[in-house]
């Protein structure tokens, strides 16, 4: 079965948990991948920011959300009156899945499986307990099913202080979650439902702010 865990090692810092996680083949999105993009900010963060994967511009500079839907999400953090630069911002699935468009010039994301999110969970399991953040926000349906499982559905659970399930068994007492959208859905929407779909963004993350002692 894919599963990370062989290449996650037992102790150290998250700086090794990044130098073991570019080596990773727990799955076989390395292989068309450029590279593995693991989480990045601040190592004792209140907050950690958890997206799907990721995109084109991440995997070719090696950080999560440096592209258009970070530049949507960090906005949206600010406004909601948490400091983007205490927040740890990381993926499910930590290798970029996509397909070549139709005449092979662009990459075009594709959602990671079930299989994918389940054999990265080691990484991600990892990172939550160094960084022990009060607030876990998951962005989108991904972020959610990797946490809650493949009944996790973004418009039921926003916008609400949830209890922080296990990862990997691994239970994060002191963490609570909240759910939102994702950022890219901002960017997806037609001009008439964007305003809105941004507005819910920030309200749902003013919910993780608040929970912040
Ligand atoms: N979308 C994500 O979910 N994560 C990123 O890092 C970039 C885009």
């Known amino acids: 079965p894919y599963d990370a865990g062989p290449f996650v090692p037992a102790g150290g810092d998250l700086r090794a948990l990044r130098e073991a996680a570019a080596g990773c083949r727990g799955c076989p999105l390395h292989r068309a991948a450029g590279q593995t ?9 209140r907050v950690v920011l958890l997206g799907e994967q990721p995109g084109d511009q991440e995997d070719r500079q090696g950080r999560p959300f440096v592209g258009p839907a970070g530049g949507v999400l960090m906005r949206a953090v600010d406004e909601a009156g948490i400091d983007p630069a205490l927040t740890y911002v990381t993926n499910a699935v930590k290798h970029f899945k996509f397909e070549p468009s139709p005449r092979g010039k662009r990459r075009i994301h594709k959602a990671p499986n079930l299989r994918e999110i389940s054999a990265c969970k080691p990484w991600l399991a990892a990172e939550l307990r160094l960084v022990g953040p009060e607030v876990v926000v998951t962005l989108g349906a991904t972020a959610g099913k990797a946490l809650f499982g493949s009944s996790f559905r973004v418009a039921e659970k926003r916008g609400a202080a ?6 990997d068994g691994q239970e994060s007492p002191g963490t609570a979650l909240v759910a939102t959208i994702h950022p890219s859905a901002v960017l997806r929407a037609d001009d008439a439902g964007r305003a809105a779909a941004y507005a819910g963004l920030v309200s749902d993350l003013k919910v993780a702010a608040r929970l912040l002692t």
């Open 37 to 45: 993009v693991f989480g990045s900010g601040d190592a004792s963060a």
């Open 162 to 167: 949830l209890p922080m399930p296990p990862v």
